[in-house]
């Protein structure tokens, strides 16, 4: 099959996942070996080579591996986690998916993907809502039951976060 | 700021003010200062327009050039390191009209050019450069009278630069008092001090600084039901009187205060926060006295925050759930507000600088995991802090009076090495009733 259109299916498979808060089996699509980041971005001048500024390689709002994701999804199971208790009512919004060619390696088949996320969060009664915009660098794994989420890096359009906390994921 | 010479100076006392003053010493605390547009306007003008506030650690800018932007109220401040290696604050804000010469959060600069007009600064401040100066401006004009304005007052204490609006406020060490030996708990556990382990995450949360700074100068009875998660999961302990445990310190006068935990009788924790052996036995050298030694050999979670909006908390952790040794870590972190109900939490993640790489990595990790934007702890506090917000600024809610009345009748400790007066217990409110005694104190006088 094409490995684009398996691409994009996982990825709206897993937004779905996201947004239906049923993270246990969110958690499932990705590898052992897994490392979730977003950085923390800063206002900086224009970098001279182009791309992406500010974004700071010492400093995270996330930088995970599966053990402490499986932290965070039992948390969310306690029935105590008040920041998601009642949930977020979430939907992530994946787009501009680009997928590259994908590459044998020593862990198996991978591949380099990015996504624009914008996510919708609006919690409790209220009327506001929190509009959240990011690039989603990832690098997806083929295994035997199929694509895995080996790495990503989540690269915010956002200095001071919008928000009152991070409950959940991007 | 001088007495009588403020816009509020001339208005009634707020009503939510008059409710405080009047019953404090009862334990009685109006919800309506929470979430109060006129308390809050009075806040900025009688508290943090003449407090000392927190910038940034000097580790944030260790070469010359390096700055990073940072506020008091909506004051912009470039906290910059000039090339004579000395940190200035320089209000973000033209002579000319009033541009920003720095957009930039951080970097490194040797001059700020203004994009209006042209004018340029040194990163000290001085006025170098003014386009056609001669033809525009003349003979007359005097560029030395046109630097950037400098924060009224800027001082540092271990590595920490606090700045001060107000040109007569007492000096940073008569501010901190007895707070100063609380601090060099965590900034002299090292010769070489502390540094940070990054930019600092910055949120905005729907509630108060108060509110915040409430959970952190006193608040360990919140543990057990707002951290309910965690002590599922065996991260917070499940004994319900743990958060009991431990000292409760104020500094009289000045408003700040500590809570040092120990070890609940028949726990099993390593002394020292569980700090790395050699991490513990170069603090042992370099405490300045020998009881903040034997305090800190037997402390397991400890917080402080200075009045007005600054907090620090230091607990023994670990990087995850199933991580097998622990691994303390190390949080500063400013409540910065930005309206009434309204904060930016500016947080940091801070370790020893000379501690071994590996641990560093890790601390890091026992930070961002529990604290911070998206903490497992903080998550729920912040939820929390947002709804009581809420509520205080409703109808109704607003004539409410909270009970701040737990361990009115503790009898001091007296046998408590340290300075401020201690209680040998945290389930009290004393930190708070201290802090809106000193609250008061400046919001009246």
């Known amino acids: 099959m094409d490995p684009t259109r398996e691409i994009l299916e996982v990825l709206y498979r897993e937004a779905e996942l996201l947004d239906e808060g049923r993270y246990r089996e969110w958690l499932a699509l990705t590898t052992e070996d897994v490392v979730y980041q977003v950085p923390v971005r800063l206002t900086r001048e224009r970098p001279p080579e182009g791309g992406y500024g500010g974004v700071s390689p010492s400093m995270y709002h996330l930088d995970e591996d599966r053990t402490s994701l499986e932290m965070r999804v039992a948390r969310l199971e306690t029935g105590f986690a008040w920041a998601e208790d009642p949930p977020s009512r979430l939907r992530h919004f994946v787009s501009n998916v680009r997928v590259g060619l994908p590459q044998e390696t020593a862990r198996g088949t991978e591949v380099e993907v990015r996504s624009n996320l914008l996510l919708f969060r609006s919690r409790w009664d209220r009327p506001e809502f929190t509009l959240l915009s990011a690039e989603r660098r990832d690098l997806w794994r083929r295994q035997e039951d199929g694509w895995r989420l080996a790495r990503r890096l989540v690269i915010l359009d956002h200095s001071t976060l919008p928000t009152h906390n991070l409950s959940f994921f991007l | ?445």
């Open chain 2, 1 to 445: 700021m001088a007495k009588g010479k403020t816009a509020t100076g001339a208005k009634e006392v707020p009503r939510a003010l008059q409710e405080l003053a009047q019953g404090l010493e009862e334990g009685l605390v109006p919800a309506g200062i929470l979430n109060d547009p006129e308390v809050f306007a009075w806040e900025q003008e009688r508290i943090f327009a003449r407090s000392w506030i927190y910038l940034g650690h000097a580790s944030e800018i260790p070469s010359p050039g390096d700055y990073v932007l940072r506020y008091i109220l909506n004051n912009a401040f470039i906290l910059v390191r000039g090339e004579d290696g000395r940190v200035r604050a320089l209000l973000d804000m033209c002579r000319h009209r009033g541009m920003r010469v720095c957009r930039a959060e951080a970097g490194n600069a040797s001059h700020f050019r203004c994009p209006f007009h042209g004018w340029t600064y040194r990163n000290d401040g001085t006025l170098v450069g003014v386009p056609a100066e001669r033809e525009a401006f003349g003979e007359g004009f005097r560029k030395e009278e046109w630097g950037l304005l400098p924060i009224p007052r800027l001082e540092e204490v271990d590595g920490l630069l606090f700045g001060n609006l107000d040109p007569e406020a007492p000096s940073l060490e008569e501010w901190l008092g007895g707070a100063k030996w609380y601090l060099e708990l965590v900034t002299k556990r090292s010769p070489e001090g502390l540094e940070v382990l990054g930019p600092p995450q910055r949120f905005v949360v729907p509630t108060d600084w108060k509110l915040a700074l409430e959970t952190f100068i006193s608040d360990s009875y919140h543990t057990l039901m707002t951290h309910r998660s965690m002590i599922e999961l065996g991260i917070a302990p499940r004994d319900a009187k743990y958060a009991m445990y431990g000292e409760q310190i104020h500094i009289p006068g000045k408003g700040h205060g500590a809570m040092v935990v120990g070890g609940p009788p028949g726990a099993k924790l390593p002394p020292f926060w569980g700090y790395p052996a050699e991490m513990m036995e170069r603090a042992q050298a370099s405490y300045p006295t020998r009881e903040q030694w034997e305090v800190a050999k037997e402390t397991r979670i400890f917080l402080l925050t200075l009045f007005p909006n600054f907090s620090l908390h230091n607990p023994i952790r670990k990087p995850d759930h199933l991580y097998p040794t622990p691994v303390p870590m190390l949080t500063f972190r400013v409540w910065h507000p930005l309206g009434p109900g309204r904060i930016e939490v500016i947080s940091w993640g801070m370790v020893e600088k000379d501690a071994p790489e590996w641990f560093k990595e890790k601390a890091r990790h026992s930070y961002l995991r529990f604290f911070g934007s998206s903490g497992t702890f903080e998550q729920d506090d912040t939820e929390i802090w947002s709804h009581v917000a809420q509520n205080a600024g409703s109808t109704l809610g607003r004539r409410l009076r909270f009970n701040y009345q737990m361990g009115r009748n503790v009898p001091q400790d007296p046998n408590w090495p340290g300075p401020g007066v201690a209680y040998p217990i945290n389930f009290t409110d004393e930190n708070l009733r201290n802090f809106y005694r000193r609250y008061l104190e400046l919001m009246l006088g």
